[in-house]
């Protein structure tokens, strides 16, 4: 409970000094360009041994995937959309990113090793916030990449019947 | 062949349908009765009252999608027919929540499977809220009734193999189980009830009761959301609804208001109490939005040697009530087993873990089998349930998860574990960011009696939403009566999954039906007297 409140604290000073009044990115509805370049970052490793392993293919399924996390995003019920937005401002404020997540540097500047190691914490967090962050950033990917048909191929999942 | 698309041809044929998100100016109706919601219990009242000859308005947040636009991709369904895109969640974010939000409601979205309300639910509701009307004598022409008008009946084909597993397992443990009846008509056996069925088989409220009520004369406003029930005294006299845009996510300024001789809210039991609570209908004993329950349903996925492909044929097909039945109803949580629906992006996000981790379970999909146990929520005083509040203007409920529920979790992945490695499963794994897959019944119950269940590490989901405006023949301890009608607003009636006092303990959408029937019925005879 204490580390929930001050996890508020934490969050309340963040939207304090650091605002994200950045506009959506190109493309995008919701996510700015420093939030579309972190879950760019995210996406290789959250979906390691889910992705085309061809430069051009790959590169086309990690942007498509950004975007449907976007799409997904703006979906949500506005509080929720403000609490995605408040985690993205987590993960770009250096002092809230090393204290909460351990990362020296920005997402996509750090090595996959690092990524991964962060998001492992977040998931065995004993903090609810934390786990909650890490559902929501695994699950927004993961949902966005597996109903894009690019994906079928890799499970095996045929796709839908064709209705006669 | 083509199909026919009942909701196209209804518009061509001049039905009264206004979509709220494209209105250029705020418009007022007036008629008898104004619905909220056109679920299971706005679209059973819907027909009922247009029957009765009374005028109708109903009001519906999501949009109208008829069967030409259904293409069994849940990327297009789950933002277009579910409410916040299927990603509803609860406060903590530990429990997520499919309902629907389209014309039809969780109807439209359901899995089809049909079960009368269970008799000992009724017995607990008659003893301790008071409800000794609801008995199952009683209620019985209401189940054969609705049972009639959706094609409720035994399902001739045989299960998928999803279900089958389920079957053998069972079997072979010699466990009780049986075959769920379903509300279709013409089923294809296709596999995507949750994206809106394509051929229009599935006996929901936007094939039958809406388009009913439509060629009556009613009126349906569509994407339109009520904000607001406005009272003069003790009776209600308008409703206001604003168009939404986006899925829901954005409201629009445009107003509809209607005015009725009566009102029956059917919006789902979050929205229900979310519109009564923002209306500040009076709540004496602070009632409302309160005991809400959910059937928190855990997940056990288990890897097979045969192709299961769980994404083809008709979902939950096979059920168990073995862990109901042999329970006592005030002892420890007592769950139904059943097979859902298996597609990729339900199972990527209900698959724990990443990348490789992840990947391991997402690489084998085909092989992929999949049960669920739903849990029978407030019989116990240890099961209190969740409430409803709001944030933000947003409705929200708040459902901690405690100790009575994680020991009924645990048991469930006991049980499902064994009749999946019953049924021939190479490896299992309860869906839980603390689990690893083992490969014998004797390694899973080992690993399952050491698993530290806690929220946001056991995937729990729910489908089932219901409580929160419970009726009763008290008062003190009720909102509305066994007629679904309120204690105090004398033209107030709540005909949805609200009023329930407990769980169902079976997937509810025949226990509203019925409900809903007959709370219309006798609402359309008050109403003509």
Known sequence: MKVGLASAAVLATVRYLERSEAAPAANHRILDATAVVTVAALVPIVLEGSLPDEAEARARAIRETVEGFDRAVSGMSLPTQKEVEQLFDVLRFPPTRLAFTGLWTSLEESTPEEVAAFLTRWRNSRFEIQRAGYQALSQLIQASWFDNPSSWATIGYPGPPKLA | ?529
């Open chain 2, 1 to 529: 062949m083509s199909v026919p698309d009942p909701i196209r041809d209804g518009l061509a044929r001049g039905w009264k349908a206004i979509d709220a998100a494209t209105l250029t100016a705020d418009r007022e109706l007036e008629c008898d009765v104004a619905i909220i919601g056109s679920g299971a219990g706005g679209g059973v009242t819907a027909e009922i009252l247009a029957n009765a000859g009374l005028s109708v308005v109903i009001l519906e947040e999501g949009p109208l999608v008829g069967s030409t636009e259904f293409r069994m991709r849940e990327r297009e369904a789950y933002p277009r027919l579910y409410q916040e895109s299927a990603g509803r969640q609860t406060l903590d974010k530990a429990i997520t929540i499919l309902q629907g939000r389209c014309v039809g409601g969780g109807t439209t979205v359901n899995w089809t499977s049909s079960f009368r309300t269970p008799p000992r639910t009724l017995a607990h509701w008659n003893k301790a809220h008071g409800l000794d009307a609801l008995t199952e004598t009683a209620l019985a022409p209401w189940f054969t009734r609705m049972e009639e008008r959706l094609s409720i009946a035994p399902w001739g084909v045989p299960p998928n193999e999803n279900n089958d597993i389920l079957r053998r397992g069972l079997a072979k443990l010699g466990i009780a189980h049986g075959a769920i009846r379903r509300n279709v008509k013409g089923c294809g056996n296709l596999g995507y009830c949750g994206m809106g069925c394509p051929l229009n088989a599935k006996q929901s409220m936007l094939v039958t009761t809406i388009p009913a009520a439509l060629d009556r004369g009613a009126t349906l406003v569509h994407r339109a959301r009520v904000t607001h029930l406005a009272a003069e005294g003790d009776r209600l006299v308008s409703c206001d609804a604003f168009g939404v845009e986006r899925n829901g996510a954005v409201q629009s300024a445009r107003r509809v208001r209607v005015r009725a001789r009566h009102f029956v809210v059917a919006a789902g039991a979050i929205n229900t109490p979310a519109i009564l609570i923002s209306s500040g209908i009076p709540d004496p004993n602070n009632l409302i939005g309160k005991r809400t329950f959910l059937h928190p349903t855990v997940v056990s996925g288990a890897a097979f040697p045969q192709k299961v492909e769980g994404y083809y044929g008709a979902p939950q097909t096979i059920y168990s009530d073995h862990f109901l039945d042999g329970a006592a109803l005030d002892g420890p949580i007592g769950f139904k087993l059943e097979a859902p629906p298996v597609h990729p992006i339900l199972a990527g996000i209900t698959l724990p873990g990443f990348g490789r981790e992840h990947a391991r379970w997402m690489t084998h999909f085909p092989n992929l089998q999949v049960l669920i146990a739903l849990m029978r929520d407030g019989f116990h005083a240890d099961s209190p349930g969740g409430q409803v509040v709001i944030r933000s203007g947003w409705p929200v409920l708040d459902y901690p998860l405690n100790d009575y529920v994680w020991n009924g979790v645990r048991r469930a992945y006991l049980a499902m574990a064994e009749v999946q490695f019953a049924a021939g499963a190479q490896t299992v794994m309860p869906l839980h960011e603390g689990a690893q897959p083992v490969s014998s019944w004797r390694e899973a119950k080992a690993a399952i009696e050491a698993l530290t269940l806690r929220p946001l590490h056991a995937r729990v989901v729910s489908a089932h939403v219901m409580g929160g405006c419970p009726m009763g023949s008290d008062p003190r301890n009720s909102v509305v009566n066994d007629s679904g009608r309120h204690h105090l607003v004398q033209n107030l009636s709540v005909h949805d999954a609200s009023t329930f006092p407990t769980s169902v303990g079976a997937n509810p959408q025949l226990t509203i039906y019925a409900l809903a029937a007959r709370h219309a019925t006798a609402l359309a005879a008050s109403l003509k007297a």
